[in-house]
Nanobody
């Protein structure tokens, strides 16, 4: 199973960006939940958002609640992170992940390679 994250880039504060994570293999057929984590320079990796296999349950970090939205397209084996109203403190490498629900770092079975998001004026 491989996860390929994409969509990062340099944006200004207040802008929007959508990250994608494409999964190959049998990730979705096994009913994995999907999530996003991020790691800012000099900081530990932290949880950002997660969505259950059915899409009926979701979780967000307090710092992104109301600004970020996680979604998935099981038919395409792809999930997304829509990021609105971006702030400089959102600057980080973003990693997609697949894990049993609930999604926490210790339970992640598969990690993507990371995509850099830089928010700066």
């Amino acid at each position: 199973v491989q996860l390929q994250a994409s969509g990062g880039g340099l944006v200004q504060p207040g802008d929007s960006l959508r990250l994608s994570c494409a999964a190959s293999g049998q990730t979705f057929s096994r009913g994995y939940a999907t999530g996003w984590f991020r790691q800012a320079p000099g900081k530990e990796r932290e949880f950002v958002a997660a969505l259950s296999w059915s899409g009926g349950s979701s979780r967000y970090a307090d710092s992104v609640e109301g600004r970020f939205t996680i979604s998935r397209d099981n038919a395409k084996n792809t999930w997304y992170l829509q990021m609105n109203s971006l702030k400089p403190e959102d600057t980080a490498v973003y990693y997609c992940a697949a894990a049993p629900w609930p999604v926490v770092a210790a339970r992640v079975r598969y990690w993507g390679q990371g995509t850099l998001v830089t928010v700066s004026s």
